[in-house]
Structure formats: structure tokens, C-alpha cells
């Protein structure tokens, strides 16, 4: 380290030859614009929290799952078969969540896309909606696998606009 | 009894879109000042756990808090264009006819008896909430319990947001106020620090943008002119006149706001006119709440505290005077050169170095938090001399009733940011008389206060934002009047920007 003065370079923080080492600068305006996109505004650093709200989203869609299966309704030929090997891909990944560090979050989005994959196929099919003969609670636990799906796959994608981290990656804010 | 829909209770529906809306914007183009959200009170940079901002600050340069306005567009934020004090005074305004409408609506609920409707009187409104909740997610519409206007759910929720969030943003907003804050301090620390309030403030934000997404969401899946049709006409016996008359609402609504955006943009000052008449009759009631801040866990009693609790590298906000005069001062160290003038309307004019005031101080010091405008705190331990005592050994003479402070700083000189000439800044007597309202010579025990903070001698008025807390003090003058001097608004920000003089809230 060249100046054992500067805090910055003290923490690491090496901007030199930029223009942000000696001026604010401001990111992703488009030549010409005065302002960034809306949502590039919002970034929320709570890694940990996203984290176990991924997590949690995946154990929803597969407590779902699992309880749509249990019911034995014949939504379309091999759904029992289909929403089981859903059910093991979310325990799975609820497993290695909790356990590791590791950054698996596009493997939730193909879970999601799996499990609306399913519900698409209920929806040709018999699937247990008031309408077609299902109790209240049926249908509902059903749609919860739709929404957990949905909002996870916002939320990916939210992950990769910036908007959001998940642990163990983090923001990176320094002011 | 019959719940119903009765005129007040619409009338306020409809005011509470109006006034939300306003807060929400006017508060956005609050946040776009210091878009940063801290749990911790000493706002250390990279610490926040939210940043609303593109900007990225210079990495191996000094910045002051001035430099982190964002220019928020005038479509979101309310003027839009890091106008802070514009947004302040919109919010102010607004929030004052948003916590009478509350008050009053909350004592019409308990008279008329109307409060059944948010508040449930039987357990079994839960569990038929939670069925409520089953029947939505089912793609199915649940039935209003038997004498209600609406289902279980909704009534909870609604509940939830009249009585539970509404008061919770009144409280969290409240003690946005340094006056309020201070002088509760124990509050303060109870509810978490001035930082976890402000984030708690903005979640509150959220819960609004929340809940009202999902409501609307819930109108139309239940029928937008049946529904809106209630809150207009308190039935639906004609929804097409009601949702007609809704919708026409709607749309004033945001005419309402193009006008008041553009108005406010050609016209700041007639904004602070209004301001002054709706905000300033309850604002001046604060100068009854004097600052008795000692940060520490278990004391507010007075007593000096150590430095447990205080900042470590308290913020600047404002760049140090750029003269070979303040250059000399600073480099001889301040003590045998700096003499602070106290003049005017006196009966002893006197001029004190460092070390007279010093002793003068007999060692007194004040552990407090900085509430800066924007947002950003820190804490610190000021030694100082509190200003009433200085001020009775000036005598002031009969119809004296303010303190004018001039500082060395020169605004369109010593930084890019700003224009114009010497900062100065006035207070009211009353405010000048406050316990807490020192003139500092130490900060943290570092033998002096730091150029960036404001060395060798500063103003703290814990009561106020802060601006108003002058650094690199040259002068106190006692006046008879204030609004003779430059602008006549009591200050510089007062006169080249957009702030009250009155800077409690």
C-alpha cells in the first residue's frame, strides 16, 4: 500500500484513476438522461434476511406441492409423479439453503419455473379448484404454490437487477 | 347497529387519499436528500442496510452530507429535485391536516359507536379471518360477517392500518423532530435511536404502498363501482353514479398534484406563506420542550457521561472557511488568537479566547445527537459553555429578543455545493436560553473540535436540525430584531433556501 494516510485504500477500497476516486459519479443514466431508471434506486442490503425469504418461498412451494399430492387428485396423467419429484427438489434445496453458503438461487428459479410448470398443466387439466369439486382449502393451498412461485421469481429477478442480495453476497456499500 | 358507510366517515376516506398521497410524496423528496437507511445512530458510511440512490460518493476524497442529495424526478417526489425544504414544508402541512382528520375520526369511531367495525368484539373473527384468507387464495369471495360491512379479513386489516399503523407513522414521524426527540430522550432510546425510527418511519411507507395495492387490487376483484360507490354515496344502489363520481374524484386528485408540483416549483415562497400559517401555530409550541439529552443508557439526569456512546468520527456537514485568517488561527492552534465577539444589544460587549471560555465552561460537557436535516446523526460530547451563561455576563439589554451567530464560513466561497455570503444563523431568546444550548469548544475529548466540525468554537442547539447549530463561530450578537438583517428570514439556508427559521420539527 502506497499511503497507509488514506482510509479508503486502508479498507481496501482502490479507486485511483477513476473518476470516483475524487468525484462523486452516478450510475446506469444513459447518455443525455438526467436519471437512472426508477428501480435501479432501491437497493436493500439485508443478505441474510433475503436469504432465508428465497429459502422459505422454495419450503412453501414444496409444503404445497406435497400437500397436493397428498390429496390423490387426478389433476393430469403423472401430476402425482411430477409434484413429488418437485417436493424432493425443494427438499433439497431447503437443505443445502440452510446448510451452505452456496449461491443457488437460479436452481430455485428452476424450481419455480417447475412448479408453474405444473400448475399450467392443471389448468388444461382437472385441477383442485372450487369449481371443478375441490374444498376451499384445496384450491387455496394449490394457488399458494402459483403465488410462492411468482413472488420468488420476482424476487430473482430483483436479485439480479441489484435490488436485493442474498447471503453470502452482500452490497458492497462503502458510503 | 347499523355500520354502514356515514358521510364522515367518506369524507374522511377521501381526505386520507389526499393527505397520503401528498405525505408520501413530500416524504420521498425527504429520504432523496440522504437516501440511506442506518439501524445504527452513528450513520457510519457503508453501514446502511437501504441506499434509494445511484450516486456513488468519491472514494478517496472528502464529502460533506451536503453532497448527498438525490434529484428525484417531480413525477415521484413532491417538488422532486432534492428541494428539501420545499418537501419539508409540504410534508409539515400535510401531516398537520392528516393527524386532525385521524384525531377527529378516531373520536367519531368511539362516540358513534363505529368502532366495531375495525375492532373485533369476538375471537371468532380470527379463525374466520384465517378462512377469509383460505377463500381469496382459493380465487373465491368471502362473505361479510353477519351485521358488517365487510368480511373478517378486511376487517382486521383495515383495523390494523387505522389503529395500529397510522398511529405508529404519527409516532415515528413525531420523533423525527429534534425537540421531541431530545427532550424524550429516554423514549428515543426506547424506541431503538433516532435511526431505527426512521427506518421504522419508511417501513411504515411501505406498509401504506403495501396495503394499498392489495386494496385496490381488492376493490376491482370485488367490484370497482359497487365498491367505490359505498365510499361516495354510502351504498351501491346506483354504482354507476358513485364509481362516476369516484372516478372523477380520482382525477382531481391528480390534477390536484400536477398543480401543486408546478406550483411549488415557480413559487417556493408562496408555499412557505402557507406553511407558516398552518405549520408555524403548533411548531412554536416545541420551543416548550428544551433538549435534555445525555446519551448514555441509564442516565438522563444531567450528570456528564463518558464517551461510550459517542461517534467516532463525528459527520461534517459543511466545508471549514477557506481564509488565510482562519488558516493562521488553525495553524497557531486557535488558543492564543481566536477571540469570540459578543456584542450588540449588551450592556458588557466582551470578546472571550478558548482558554477564558474554558474556564468560564468549569469543565461542563453535553453527550447529544446531532439530527442533521437530511437525516444522517452522529453523537458526540461537546464541552462547552452554555450560552445563557454567557449571556448573563453580557447582560442583554431591555427588548432584546434575539441572538444572531456569524460565522467565519462563507458559503459561495468555501464550497461548490452553495452561493452567497456569510453563514449566520438567529435564534429566539427562548431558544438561546435552552439548557442545552452551549457554545462548544471540544468535541469527544480531543482537546478541540475538528475543522470539519465546526473548530475552535461552535453553536449546538440540540433542538433544532442541524444547520441551525453554526460552526466556526466568530460572533453573538444580541439584536432586537432579526428580520432586518440580509433576507430578514433568520438565517442563511432561511434566506437562500427553502427552510424555517423554526427548524424544530
Redesign the interface.
Known sequence: MEDENSPALRVGVDFRGTPNATEPVLEHIKPGGKRAPLLRYIRINLPRATRWLLVALIALVGVASAAVALSQRDIFPLAITALWSLVGLTVVFVIIGLTTHARIWTWGLLITLFSLLIYLGGLLGNAPYVWNGASVAEAAIWNLTLFASVVYSLLYWALRYGMIVASPDQQNFTD | MDLGFPWWLRVEHFLNIIFISFLVRSGLEILSTY?KLYRSQHTV?????????????????F?TVG?EY????PR?ALPGRGLLGLGRYWHFITVTGFVTCWVTYFILLLVTGQWRRYVPTSWDVFPQAW?D???Y????MPHPVEGMVFNALQQLSYGFIILVLTPLVILTGAFQSPAIANHFSRITRLLGGRQVIRSAHFLCLVGYLAFFAIHVVLVFLHGYLHETSKMVLGHSDNPVLGGTIFTVGLMLLVVLHVVATRWTLADGRAVEKLHNRIVRPWSNLLYKLPARMHYDRSNITGKPVGLDNTTQNFRGSGRPPETEEYFALMANGYEDDYVLEIGGYVEHPMTLTVAELRELAAGHSQTTLHHCVQGFTSIGRWRGIRLSELLDLAGPLPGATDVVYTSFQNMGRDDVLYEGGSYYESTPMVEARMPQTLIAFELNDEGEIPAKNGGPVRLRLETSTGFRSLKWLERIEVVNRYDIILEGRGGYFEDTDFFDRNQLI
Open positions: 437516501p458510511p457503508g453501514r446502511s442496510w437501504a441506499q434509494f440512490t445511484v450516486q456513488k460518493e468519491p472514494k478517496h476524497k464529502y453532497g438525490s434529484d428525484y424526478s415521484i378462512q384468507m383460505l377463500s387464495l382459493a380465487f373465491t
